[in-house]
């Protein structure tokens, strides 16, 4: 089975600065989609950013971009200039292509605080 | 409409109580899940719904029921729980369960169990 793993379980970051959260993930399969997920307090979790494992460019949405290394099984996920709205609890997810188990699996996340 | 709508927000139950937790979207999306989130914990799969048909269990225990009456609406009825069912139950859904479809999340159903 595939298995998601951050190793950060907190970041912090100053307002308008840059922060890079981690994920690793182990599989043996050659295609596959990556997401991550932004979980504020008010608990509803919206999509941020999703890769296809077989596009090798990097995915970009506004101050989110991600680093897909393939070979290595990372996907970590920058953001620029943050913002306090940023704060959150973000989680890398990981969905296979096909078979009868391609539901999404999340890694135990890593709870971002922005400072002002 | 990008919603998806849990009821209730906060449920407090006794462990002999029957009570049930409700899920709607009008997106016209054909998959539906339930997930259970533990506090500081990923959310956890429970149950697949794709065209109203239930497609994954995922070893969930039969004090926890799910019901898909129609393609908009996506239950889980709760019977004789345990304290440690408390945990916070997100629905989702998708437009179908290909993998590059977005599943849109509710803001949850945060359930105490006493």
């Known amino acids: 089975a595939q298995t998601v793993t951050q190793s950060q379980p907190e970041m912090s970051v100053q307002e308008a600065e840059t922060v890079t959260l981690s994920c690793t993930y182990d599989t043996s399969e050659s295609d596959y989609y990556l997401f991550w997920y932004k979980q504020p307090p008010s608990r509803q979790m919206i999509l941020v950013i999703r890769?296809?494992?077989?596009?090798?460019q990097n995915a970009t949405e506004n101050r989110f971009s991600v680093n897909f290394q393939k070979a290595a099984k990372s996907f970590s996920l920058k953001i620029s200039d943050s913002q306090l709205g940023d704060a959150a609890m973000y989680f890398c997810a990981y969905r296979s292509i096909g078979g009868n188990n391609n539901d999404m699996r999340f890694g135990a996340g890593t709870r971002l605080t922005v400072k002002p | 409409d990008t919603e998806v709508t849990q009821t209730p927000k906060h449920l407090v139950m006794g462990m002999t109580n029957k009570k049930s937790l409700k899920c709607e979207q009008h997106?016209?999306?054909?998959?539906m899940y339930w997930y259970k989130q533990k506090a500081k914990k990923p959310p956890e799969l429970m149950f697949v719904y794709s065209y109203e048909k239930l497609s994954i269990n995922e070893s969930v225990p039969s004090r926890f029921s799910p019901e898909c009456p129609n393609s908009s609406l996506l239950n889980l009825h709760l019977h004789a729980l345990q304290p440690e069912d408390s945990a916070l139950y997100l629905c989702?859904?998708?437009?179908?369960?290909?993998?590059?479809?977005?599943?849109?999340f509710g803001q949850g159903t945060r359930l105490t169990v006493v």
């Open positions: 890769q296809e494992a077989y596009k090798q």
């Open positions: 989702a859904s998708s437009r179908d369960r290909g993998v590059n479809t977005e599943a849109f």
């Open positions: 997106m016209g999306h054909r998959a």
